[in-house]
């Protein structure tokens, strides 16, 4: 007998597995679906681990009844051997960082890989938040920055090999999507020629997923024929290097360090050399850029020694009193803010699954569409009515061999874009103001300088220069030294720029 084309055998073998899972409840309405329907579910159901989901759901229980019990972390500041800073380094250090990193580079030896499975909810779009644009005068997306990034650093690590040298030194660079936002973000890239970058050497991979739970641990129907899913968090990116071929593509380009960072970070230096060849020389297979906290009190993970071992751990985790504490300099000794920027080694992804296992998952409580069990009726619920579980991109911290740490200037390295237009904290109206304060940081720095309208107003002077003509400030000096340049100017080319001195 077949109930579409599912043999009765196979059915009953899944019915199985869920009901010793105590999940069986999921095939409540499979026998009045339409065949389709039936299929749809049956794949959706037979492709899940579900002793794993309950698993996780376990763990993260126990971890959040722990929290709720008060049990406050046991946290240490980092130890010195494991944190550096490019603020307080030499001049002469960071060069040596630049030169190795851009050496590795040129080797063809480093990748990306961007965290993008986000949309632009938040910010009133529905499109993939790489997509969104901050108003620059220019009215480049996030992507186009970043890809332009990646070609301006392609070009300056090909001074790094010799003539003869038949390595490429490209950057490939890994897109993590999610389910919402993968058509849409490889679509937007067609659309635009990939900014410029072959095609080839932009990959898209799609991030997992976890049904959401009830708060007693049970799988969520959407609608009849199909279970409610959310992405598994940034943390989903392990599993996904290994299930979508990454890993094993890093291998054959011979790819021996990536950076990894997320998407809306309009400051994030991809590819960064002194962050790169740092890690390299420090022997680094899990490594972190920081960004020093405000005040104590900014909400801000901070990256420190939790329970004996290198993780983040939440302000809200820790005493107000253990928040404060200073070090003799008179900075924060929890100060280490966590930016989601990160190093890894090859060997370092291919190790994940081997504590996979071991890994914390979150509890997100969520409003979540289900159907009513009893009625068949789909409910859309006013409260938090069940749970996401999510892995967080630092909860690998711990199983690290080589944890290294690399303290950078929030101004030059971190502007994130989380809220709405006109909150004033982390918008685009911020973005677009920290990305061209840099620009015209870069132009000071180089001997020059910006003049007309609003020149010293960052939220309202357009000015803009390409990451392709300045990646960091670098080939700037012999253009624009004792020159200006008036606004309104975007200095897409060195061309433009050297047009624009005066």
């Known amino acids: 007998m077949t109930i579409s084309d599912i043999t009765e055998t196979d059915l009953q073998a899944l019915k199985a597995r869920y009901e010793q899972a105590g999940q069986g409840h999921v095939f409540t309405f499979f026998d009045e679906l339409a065949p389709e329907a039936q299929r749809e579910l049956y794949d959706q159901l037979d492709a899940l681990d579900v002793e794993r989901v309950n698993q996780i759901y376990t763990k993260a229980i126990a971890g959040a009844e722990a929290a709720s019990e008060g049990q406050e972390a046991s946290v240490e500041p980092l130890p010195e051997d494991?944190?550096?800073?490019?603020?307080?380094?030499?001049?002469?250090?960071?060069?040596?960082?630049?030169?190795?990193?851009?050496?590795?580079?040129?080797?063809?030896?480093?990748?990306?890989?961007?965290?993008?499975?986000?949309?632009?909810?938040?910010?009133?779009?529905?499109?993939?938040?790489?997509?969104?644009?901050?108003?620059?005068?220019?009215?480049?997306?996030?992507?186009?920055?970043?890809?332009?990034?990646?070609?301006?650093?392609?070009?300056?690590?090909?001074?790094?090999?010799?003539?003869?040298?038949?390595?490429?030194?490209?950057?490939?660079?890994?897109?993590?999507?999610?389910?919402?936002?993968?058509?849409?973000?490889?679509?937007?890239?067609?659309?635009?020629?990939?900014?410029?970058?072959?095609?080839?050497?932009?990959?898209?991979?799609?991030?997992?997923?976890?049904?959401?739970?009830?708060?007693?641990?049970?799988?969520?129907?959407?609608?009849?024929?199909?279970?409610?899913?959310?992405?598994?968090?940034?943390?989903?990116?392990?599993?996904?290097?290994?299930?979508?071929?990454?890993?094993?593509?890093?291998?054959?380009?011979?790819?021996?360090?990536?950076?990894?960072?997320?998407?809306?970070?309009?400051?994030?230096?991809?590819?960064?050399?002194?962050?790169?060849?740092?890690?390299?020389?420090?022997?680094?297979?899990?490594?972190?850029?920081?960004?020093?906290?405000?005040?104590?009190?900014?909400?801000?993970?901070?990256?420190?020694?939790?329970?004996g071992k290198y993780g983040v751990v939440e302000y809200s985790e820790i005493s107000k009193e253990v928040s404060e504490k200073r070090r003799e300099d008179g900075s924060l000794a929890f100060g280490a803010g966590n930016i989601a920027n990160h190093f890894f080694s090859t060997e370092f992804l291919e190790r994940v699954p081997s504590f996979a296992s071991e890994l914390e998952y979150h509890i997100a409580k969520k409003k979540i569409k289900h159907v009513d069990l009893e009625t068949g009726e789909q409910v859309s619920p006013k409260t938090n009515s069940g749970m996401k579980l999510e892995c967080f991109v630092f909860d690998v911290f711990p199983f690290a061999h080589n944890f290294s740490v690399l303290d950078v200037d929030r101004k030059d390295e971190f502007s994130p874009l989380k809220n709405a237009p006109g909150t004033g904290a982390d918008c685009p109206e911020t973005s677009r103001r920290d990305i061209i304060a840099q620009h015209i940081r870069f132009i000071e720095a180089a001997g020059g300088k910006v003049v007309g309208a609003d020149a010293d107003d960052a939220e309202k002077i357009q000015f803009e220069l390409s990451p392709w003509v300045s990646y960091a400030g670098e080939g700037l000096h012999d253009i624009v030294a004792g020159k200006t340049i008036e606004v309104p100017a975007i200095i897409e080319t060195r061309e433009d720029l050297i047009r624009a001195c005066k």
């Not at 002469?92 to 480093?110: D, F, H, M, P, R």
């Not at 620059?136 to 990646?150: D, G, T, V, W, Y």
């Not at 409610?228 to 943390?235: E, H, K, L, Q, R």
Request: aromatic share 8%; with cysteine.
């Open 82 to 307: 494991v944190f550096d800073s490019v603020i307080s380094a030499s001049p002469e250090t960071i060069k040596e960082w630049e030169t190795l990193g851009l050496s590795q580079i040129a080797q063809g030896k480093v990748a990306v890989i961007l965290m993008a499975g986000g949309q632009g909810t938040r910010l009133g779009s529905s499109a993939p938040k790489g997509c969104y644009d901050i108003q620059l005068p220019s009215h480049k997306s996030l992507f186009q920055l970043q890809a332009e990034r990646i070609l301006r650093l392609q070009d300056i690590a090909r001074q790094y090999r010799k003539p003869g040298d038949t390595s490429e030194g490209l950057i490939p660079w890994y897109i993590m999507t999610s389910g919402p936002t993968h058509a849409a973000t490889y679509a937007y890239f067609k659309a635009n020629n990939f900014f410029g970058l072959k095609e080839e050497n932009v990959i898209f991979f799609q991030q997992g997923t976890l049904p959401c739970l009830t708060f007693d641990g049970k799988i969520i129907l959407e609608t009849k024929s199909k279970v409610a899913i959310a992405p598994d968090g940034n943390g989903g990116i392990y599993a996904a290097v290994q299930n979508t071929g990454v890993i094993e593509s890093l291998k054959e380009r011979g790819i021996l360090y990536s950076h990894c960072y997320c998407v809306d970070n309009c400051l994030a230096r991809v590819a960064d050399p002194a962050f790169i060849g740092y890690s390299v020389s420090k022997g680094t297979d899990c490594g972190v850029k920081t960004a020093a906290k405000l005040s104590p009190d900014e909400p801000m993970g901070v990256v420190c020694v939790r329970n």
